[in-house]
């Protein structure tokens, strides 16, 4: 089954069951991640498997219905 991947500015869900939102695609290779909600600026992970991120919202939705 192909879920959709994530893109820039969608809410995921990571293989930890962390929320998340995708900030940053560098290359096509590596998605950045930071916190939902809390922490700081700094606060970033990133995952070069973007088929483990499970899509939530996607960006349109998050703008349309916050």
Same mark, same amino acid.
């Not at 893109?7 to 998605?31: F, H, L, Y």
């Given at each position: 089954?192909?879920?959709?991947?994530?893109?820039? /500015?969608?809410?995921? %869900?990571?293989?930890?069951?962390? /929320?998340?939102?995708?900030?940053?695609? %560098?290359? /096509?290779?590596?998605?950045?991640?930071?916190?939902?909600? /809390?922490?700081?600026?700094?606060?970033?992970?990133?995952?070069?498997?973007?088929?483990?991120?499970?899509?939530?919202?996607?960006?349109?939705?998050?703008?349309?219905?916050?």
């Amino acid at each position: 089954m192909n879920r959709p991947r994530a893109e820039v /500015g969608d809410q995921v %869900k990571d293989t930890t069951g962390q /929320g998340a939102i995708v900030t940053d695609i %560098k290359a /096509g290779t590596t998605w950045v991640l930071r916190p939902v909600y /809390g922490g700081n600026f700094t606060t970033r992970w990133e995952t070069d498997d973007p088929d483990t991120l499970t899509v939530i919202r996607r960006r349109a939705d998050r703008i349309s219905d916050p």
